[in-house]
């Protein structure tokens, strides 16, 4: 395995980005992020719905194009670059929805991946067709041994379609490295797996990175994130940094919000009481402020540390006061995540319907939106039933 740069040695950032900006119909979804990918490692990407983790990973992969920032790959500007560009350099990534090729047989998923087919060209099938050939027996013999590393190997000729939904979480990452990544994204490569899959998948990207891949990962299973050592400290050293600043110079409303922050990085890392302590120092700050919007905002984490702590009814009046404030300013982002979080409670205390009906409120809005949370929700909507308490943090 790769070990993490050392303390003296300065990281060598492969993927970065500075001041990138994005909205959708008003709603700022990345705001001046700035993030560096060291390579060789597993980073990690963690906030709560909202905070714009699948829009950077959007923006990095040329899926979408930023209001504003540079990305840079290796230190070369691909801002502006279309995807299929991007991935011929070496960054590939997956996607919270596993976006399997319905129509073709696992094995064939596979053989469409690699770049730069000889078989591409008619001039080369009537004219080099031995190389052909030989190259696609390669191409084969690759997709083979990674579906056979990946647990796929025995339903290699069925239909994609007909994989259940781990096995097409499997297939999407199996996909990704027959393109033979340098930089791989994952969008929640461990969303709506069961227990035993989740350390299956976090073993093969643990292999990825001893062959020298350089993964960002968006996570919010702060276990898996904690096992695999992923680089994730940097995130709440920079709100703490930002936190000490805003303080100093008295600017009190980006305070607030570095507050919130802080907030969602420890609730993540499983500290609820010192997640619930901040989310409260915003609240009262966005109140003082007159801040509707961030007082909504604090509301929704405030219920997302309780439903993750285990107390759906507690979660459940705070997201209702959520829903209010935000219903009479217009925030329909955080009405949508109030209804979110609305859901897990509903379902987390054995009201499926009522949960259901809540994540289709929030379909609707974050749909209205454009907001990527959509996809999130619709698999939510898919495998939708009973949940446990303090195992489904509407932050994930």
């Not at 013999?141 to 190997?153: P, S, T």
């Amino acid at each position: 395995m790769t070990a993490a740069p050392a303390a003296s040695t300065p990281p060598v950032n492969v993927l970065t980005c500075r001041n990138l900006r994005k909205s959708f119909g008003g709603k700022v979804a990345v705001d001046g992020a700035e993030i560096d990918v060291p390579q060789g490692i597993v980073t990690a990407l963690i906030g709560p719905n909202g905070a714009g983790k699948s829009t950077v990973v959007n923006l990095f992969s040329g899926f979408m194009v930023p209001d504003a920032g540079v990305v840079q790959l290796d230190g070369v500007d691909i801002t502006s670059w279309p995807s299929h560009r991007i991935a011929r350099r070496g960054l590939i990534r997956t996607f919270q929805l596993s976006r399997e090729l319905q129509g073709l047989t696992v094995l064939e998923n596979l053989l469409v991946t690699p770049t730069n087919q000889i078989g591409e060209s008619l001039k080369n099938i009537y004219f080099r067709p031995g190389k052909v050939r030989r190259q696609e027996r390669q191409h084969v013999e690759r997709a083979n041994e990674i579906l056979n590393d990946y647990g796929l190997y025995g339903v290699r000729d069925n239909w994609a379609r007909a994989l259940s939904g781990g096995q097409k979480r499997l297939l999407e990452l199996a996909r990704a490295v027959m393109a033979q990544p340098r930089v791989l994204l994952l969008d929640e490569p461990m969303a709506g797996v069961n227990p035993a899959l989740v350390e299956q998948i976090g073993a093969h990207i643990l292999k990825l990175k001893s062959d020298g891949v350089t993964v960002l990962m968006v996570e919010h299973n702060l276990g898996v994130v904690e096992r695999m050592q992923c680089h994730y400290e940097q995130a709440a050293g920079h709100h703490q940094q930002a936190l000490t600043l805003f303080r100093e110079i008295g600017h009190r409303s980006a305070e607030a919000h570095a507050l919130d922050n802080l907030a969602v990085v420890e609730r993540l890392r499983g500290r609820y009481q010192q997640a619930a302590d901040r989310h409260q120092q915003a609240l009262a700050l966005f109140r003082a402020l007159g801040d509707r919007s961030g007082e909504a905002q604090a509301l929704n984490g405030i219920g997302e540390t309780l439903h993750a702590s285990g107390r759906p009814e507690r979660a459940h009046a705070e997201h209702t006061m959520a829903f209010g404030v935000a219903s009479q300013i217009g925030n329909k982002h955080e009405q949508a995540r109030a209804h979110n979080g609305l859901a897990c409670a509903h379902g987390a205390t054995g009201d499926p319907a009522r949960a259901r009906d809540h994540w289709q409120h929030a379909l609707t809005l974050y749909t209205d939106l454009g907001a990527p949370e959509a996809d999130q929700v619709r698999m939510r909507l898919a495998t939708a039933g009973p949940q446990q308490p303090g195992h489904n943090d509407p932050a994930r």
